[in-house]
């Protein structure tokens, strides 16, 4: 039912506004959910005619064993699958590496193949179920074999929708999972977004996160700068490349984290659209209206979970997940209450994603669009944070953009800063933290053992991939491979080359191997 055919009220009867005033009294006409700079919200009705999309991140061990899990969520209420992967698969390279050893199917599912990709999303509708899959350095290998599987399955994939997070600029400054030199990462990065534009159009190209330089200590006013100073070095090599603004800039997204400070993360969500709004229209004059409208994910943060009293994490995710909603969020994933000691049970992954269902379904919050806007702490907070966040972006301006800034270890030395300093805050007691340096217990860890992972997992993707390799067409793969190579030396556009390889049986590291071979790797300074 639209929000126009109901009426909403509170429990007691009261009537809620349909539409909130956008003059607080203050002077400032702050604009309307829905309106430019969208500093209260993306849609007019936000929540009340559809809520956000509980997209829960989950893969362990085997696509086998994470399909199973991706089901159960599905079938428990999620909306969407976000996938998680190995670090293998995340630097491209195969389970049998010598370099993947201890580590296939710890941190993520493995994936090698096509065929471990078939196994992911066995019994899903791909047509209808929303995918993202957070991969960078070979995240158009990951999305070729997304889209192989789908064209098999005669899925018209004019109409999949998802997102790869493909943002490779904050693997520089934070995470540390890139592989080839930035320009071309950028390379690859565009190539994917010419070939969506015609193949497409429905996903998302890339997720520009601050959640990862969060999760590395930035400040909320840091999280906001790089994340918005990488996305207009994204958006400019688009344009260079050849793209008109508004052929890609819709498709764009952006991933944040979700910390403590309530009022901080609500604000720096407010902040983050109009910010955006203001800077594509100043740098790039877009015609089209949705290439300056900020769409965001957001994760509770992961580093803010203890493992002593890990049950505390359930408290701090719910209230780290009201100030998401609060904030407008588009899609939100709650983080499990065990994750400090090990990968998420059954259990605990299906808590986190009942304090979304209780949040969108018992509180009557989706009811009411913006109800924090007018807040003199609000109004007052989101103004400093987007001064704030705009002076640091025209500071890496002054640089020569993201991307010289990376190279000169500028954003890596203010995260060391911020970490350091918010460690010493939590060891001199100035910050306190439940069950770590405050209101502590005599047993401090908890005896929870977290989800486990069969320790045969590496030997027995080794032996698929064995199989593999003897059973698929050798003079294929060589094909494949040296087309790869010669695309990425020719200036082509590699995304076709990959997925032609994919579809050849590739596996992702020598698919990857092809393309070092052209590019070569590079090695981020550390900022120290």
């Excluded at 199973?68 to 590496?97: I, M, Y």
């Excluded at 904030?327 to 994750?339: A, I, R």
Aim: glycine share 8%; aromatic share 8%; charged share 20%.
């Amino acid at each position: 039912m639209a929000d126009e055919d109901k009426h909403f009220k509170t429990r007691s009867g009261i009537p809620i506004p349909d539409v909130p005033d956008h003059n607080f009294g203050n002077g400032e006409d702050v604009g309307e959910p829905g309106s430019p700079p969208y500093l209260r919200g993306i849609h007019k009705s936000m929540y009340r005619e559809k809520t956000w999309t509980m997209r829960q991140y989950a893969g362990f061990s085997s696509a086998k064993e994470t399909n199973e899990r991706f089901l159960s969520l599905l079938e428990k209420g999620q909306s969407g699958l976000s996938v998680a992967f190995d670090l293998p698969t995340q630097l491209g390279l195969d389970s049998d590496d010598d370099l993947s050893l201890g580590e296939v199917g710890k941190v993520g599912v493995a994936i090698d193949s096509i065929h471990d990709m078939r196994l992911l999303f066995d019994k899903i509708d791909m047509a209808s179920v929303s995918t993202s899959m957070t991969i960078n350095a070979p995240a158009s290998i990951l999305f070729a074999m997304y889209v192989a599987v789908a064209q098999e399955r005669g899925t018209d994939i004019s109409s999949i929708r998802g997102t790869i997070q493909n943002d490779i600029l904050k693997e520089y400054i934070a995470r540390g999972t890139y592989v080839f030199p930035p320009n071309e990462s950028l390379r690859l990065i565009t190539d994917v977004m010419h070939w969506c534009k015609e193949n497409t159009p429905r996903w998302n190209t890339i997720s520009i996160s601050g959640y990862h330089i969060r999760e590395a200590g930035a400040t909320a006013v840091e999280e906001l700068a790089f994340t918005l100073s990488n996305a207009l070095a994204y958006v400019e090599a688009a344009v260079d490349s050849g793209l008109d603004v508004d052929e890609f800039a819709p498709r764009l997204s952006f991933f944040f984290g979700c910390h403590n400070d309530f009022f901080e993360e609500v604000a720096k969500f407010r902040a983050a659209r109009k910010l955006w709004y203001d800077l594509m229209n100043e740098r790039f004059s877009p015609k089209n209206p949705k290439s300056a409208i900020l769409r965001f994910h957001t994760q509770t943060a992961g580093v803010t979970l203890t493992a002593q009293q890990p049950l505390n994490n359930i408290v701090r995710v719910s209230y780290q997940a009201l100030s998401s909603v609060l904030g407008g969020t588009q899609s939100l994933h709650t983080n499990s209450f065990d994750e400090a000691i090990g990968l998420p049970t059954d259990e605990s992954s299906t808590i986190a994603l009942r304090t979304q269902q209780i949040l969108a379904n018992e509180t009557g919050i989706p009811d009411v669009v913006d109800p924090l806007g007018g807040s003199w702490y609000v109004e007052g907070l989101t103004t400093k944070l987007y001064n704030e966040s705009k002076k640091l972006i025209e500071e890496i301006d002054s640089c020569g953009g993201a991307l010289t800034a990376i190279e000169n270890g500028f954003q890596q030395r203010h995260l060391h800063e911020s970490a350091w300093a918010e460690q010493v805050a939590q060891d001199k007691g100035d910050l306190l933290v439940i069950g770590v340096n405050h209101a502590l217990e005599s047993d401090a860890i908890s005896e929870l053992k977290g989800q486990s992972v069969d320790s045969s997992l590496g030997e027995a993707q080794c032996k698929l991939l064995a199989n593999i390799r003897t059973s698929r067409n050798a003079d294929n793969v060589s094909a494949a491979l040296a087309n790869v190579n010669n695309i990425a030396q020719s200036g082509g556009n590699t995304m076709q080359a990959i997925l032609d390889a994919v579809k050849a049986e590739c596996t992702i590291g020598e698919i990857m191997n092809a393309l070092k071979k052209s590019f070569g790797t590079w090695m981020a300074p550390s900022g120290v």
